[in-house]
């Protein structure tokens, strides 16, 4: 089994990485393997722009059973915990399109520049069909940005909007990237902080990465 673990920054899946070197062959940089089961880590840079010419590039050349995008994320849903790692079933983008003169944001689906039944989207959204699989996480709603929110009337305005429950800044574009080339996939998102006016102290980052990663190494070694 070929497994490719997608995160935007080292940091976030460095335990894994260590895991990894510690109890598997390292035949190459970033590309591990035991027994039938090879994984590889694809770094891709922070935001939407990043992890989509990386994951083409790998997918043009590379195929993989399954590729998994780690990370944190905030959190709109109160109902979840700092630290709570979650199944990311659907994307959509949240700052593709317009503001208007008044304020408000209209999405490029409402201007009609992208059908909103467009494949692979659904009424504007991205779904994950493999997600009942992995039914061992809490599933959640993802929402992709390239500004994370930081004021209140900003946060209101997007979760009145959009209704998502996590937000990140490259879930969509490895949903899209995946389902164009009808990749098997999975995101998984450990809640850092709240999505909430900016407050970097009440963010634990640590906590996230250490349970995203024990979550990680659990499902690799189920392989």
Known sequence: ?????VSATPFEVAPLKDHLAAHFENPSA??????????????TGVGMAHAAF?????????KFDLAINAGVAGAFNRSLKIGDVVNVVAEQFGDLGVEEADGRFTDAFELGLIDPPQPPFINGKLYNPSAGEFDFLPKQNGLTVNKVHGTQQSIDAI??????DVESMEGAAFFLACLLTGMN?????????????RNREAWDLPLAIGNLNQV???????F
């Open 185 to 197: 996939f999975l995101e998984i998102r450990a809640i850092s902080n709240f999505v909430e006016p």
């Open 216 to 222: 990680l190494i659990e499902l690799i070694g189920a």
């Open 159 to 164: 979760a009145q909007k959009y209704k998502a």
């Open 30 to 43: 970033f590309h591990y393997q035991k027994n039938n089961l090879e994984v590889k880590l694809l770094v």
């Open 1 to 5: 089994m070929k497994v490719l673990i």
């Open 54 to 62: 990386a994951l083409g590039a790998v997918f043009a050349s590379q």
